[in-house]
């Protein structure tokens, strides 16, 4: 079983910027894509960036330009780097990563507690 723990999260002046990570602990064949979501108040968890692991990347609409997706195979962390913010980026941002826990098992995903991310003057 994979768990996942974030770090990062704060409040932050619009324009600013900020570092998310996720790291996993547990034991995994392999972890194949790695991802950020996140729920805003009254909304539904929404996809914001993932990135495969061959490091092909997939952001939403409302974040290009702004955020950039990384991963770190080798300490399995998954960061996302946050410029210009707004204050609609403010949500919970939860990582996400999906992992097999044997070479021919199917792929399970696993999810990080949440991280608040508040964007105000």
């Known amino acids: 079983q994979v768990q996942l723990v974030e770090s990062g999260g704060g409040l932050v002046q619009p324009g600013g910027s900020l570092r998310l990570s996720c790291a996993a602990s547990g034991i995994a064949f392999s972890i194949n894509a790695m991802g950020w979501y996140r729920q805003a108040p009254g909304k539904q968890r929404e996809l914001v960036a993932t990135v495969t692991s061959s490091s092909n990347t997939l952001y939403a609409d409302s974040v290009k330009g702004r955020f950039t997706i990384s991963r770190d195979n080798a300490k399995n962390t998954v960061y996302l780097q946050m410029n210009s913010l707004k204050p609609e980026d403010t949500a919970v941002y939860y990582c996400?990563?999906?992992?097999?826990?044997?070479?021919?098992?199917?792929?399970?995903?696993?999810w990080g507690q949440g991280t608040q991310v508040t964007v105000s003057s």
């Open positions: 996400r990563m999906d992992s097999q826990r044997y070479p021919f098992s199917p792929e399970v995903p696993a």
